[in-house]
């Protein structure tokens, strides 16, 4: 059975490392359980977590799949979070399309710095939100938002360099995910977006560092040190 969490107290059990728990973590962190745009769950083997239609699910594998898409069928859902194993079963229930994607980890022990890498700009929601619409079709209200709360919260933080920005999204307990990273056209292919990384990473020494992607970025993520780690599965509703 799937119920509403009413109190923070509800995930004292989620794991304490791992992209899905820290994801959902991150939310409680910056929300609590009073909003309804924000909602969490509590399943027999799993914690869910929803911000405006889009769903984050931490199973253990043996997740009932049938009771999740009976679910998600309910709510209604954007999006949906997973590992890879829950991803592939899922998709096939709810009759969406399914994408595996790659988690990949910062390895500094392969990394030369060098003397070009330097600190990264502390950016504001508006100044990251300037240049990272130009790599990805994000919507500016709900984002702006939601990254705004994020970093009032200390969750989340943008940094920038030479054109270059990314949003971590959170940093606890030692890990920490990058994501959004773009480029202004104009300054494309001159590295900046990998001395941005570089940088972030150095600022994040204490953390191990995650970024996800898909299969055609894998190549780009290795040049800078990243080595796949695991598979994840993101899930979109099918357009009727």
Partial sequence: MIKRAVSADEFSALPEKGVEAQKIRSLLMAYGTKYDFCRFYLAENAFIAQLNGDFIVCGDGETDAAEFAEFLGFCGFSSVFCSKKLGEVLSKKLGSDAKIVNLMRFDRNVVNYGSDIVTPKTLSPSEAYSVIKTGFEIEFEPWYLDMSHRVRHNISRLYGLCGSALAVQYAINGEALISQIATLPDQRGKGFASRLILSVCRELCDYSVYVLCENELTGFYRK?????????????????
């Fill in 224 to 240: 800078n040190g990243f080595a796949i780690k695991d598979y994840k599965c993101c899930i979109y509703k099918s357009n009727p």
